[in-house]
């Protein structure tokens, strides 16, 4: 099998870890130089590997913390992955509504909407019915009937315990946001071990707290973003301080043979971007910092750059003409 039929096998947030590689391993993983061996574990989790790297703590204190974040994946898992039919996202696909929603799931599709707005309407998951029928008919997909009609986040109901998705034939992908809000989660569950000194990589998407340990000093932990232009190696070297950084493009997955259409959708158009190759968002939360990346690329680069500032994040746009923006 291919690699994407692998990680439709394996579960969840399939399409949103085939970009993970835009992000290389981190720097020193295995020791900090001259210090004390990290601990760090890595486990197939959310349709990619998932490595957790922590420093400054006991034996005992990182296993039970890595093992409390992963049990925390595990279960987060268990609510989002929209290809496992029982799950409360598939449900809430299946059916149009869902009562007593999990309230991550209402704490994660609040959080896309203050994104949504935040974007312009860029950041939208309601782009699932479109994505459906790329998937289901390739190549085959007569653009002239997408459902452009039912996409509108702004239209979906979220209150306290409940989901409601108004129009008939709605659904929802949380392709864009719920890895970073799980990893978020996980991170959150380390802290409340004690643990503060650690590196979560989910596929590429990253965030880090603390800092590494060398014999003399602290460091913060160093990544790097390979860039997506052929024939080119590195975009750039980030050293990370209670940071998260995510990154989104779409030229690996492709649902035609002219690779025009991809996983990721204008929610405007119901068509893929043409013109970004990646974007790579560093922000205070990885669930904001993949939920914004994936939303710079469906902008034009200009107006993506805009939104970013704004946010107050850092962020580098690759277009498909070769020109960065950092």
Known sequence: MNRREFLQLCGAFTLSAQVGNLVCAVDGMATATGGTPLFSRTRLAMGTFVTITIAGASQTQAEQAAGLAFATIERLSRVFNEF????????????????????????????????????????DPTVKPVLDMFRRNGADTDVSRLPLELIGYDMVEVRKNAVTLPRSGMGLTLNGSAKGFIADRAGEAMEQCGVSNYLLDAGGDIRARGSKYTASRAMPWRV???????????????????????????????????????????????????????????????????????????????????????????????????????
């Open 224 to 326: 790097a973003i390979t860039d997506p232009r052929p024939q080119k190696d590195r975009l750039a070297v980030l050293e990370l301080h209670n940071q998260c950084l995510a990154t989104s493009g779409g030229y690996e997955v492709f649902f035609d043979r002219e690779k025009t259409h991809h996983h990721i959708i204008d929610p405007r158009t119901g068509d893929s971007p043409r013109h970004s190759l990646g974007t790579s968002v560093v922000a205070d939360s990885l669930t904001q910092a993949d939920a914004l990346a994936t939303a710079a690329m469906v902008m034009v680069p200009r107006q993506a750059a805009q939104c970013l500032r704004q946010a107050r994040t850092r962020a580098w746009l690759v277009e498909k003409n070769g020109v960065v923006t950092v």
């Open 84 to 123: 496992d039919p029982a799950t409360p996202l598939s449900v809430l696909n299946q059916q149009g509504s869902l009562k007593d929603a999990p309230p991550e799931l209402t704490a994660c599709l609040r959080l896309g909407a203050a994104c949504h707005r935040q974007t312009g309407g860029a950041f």
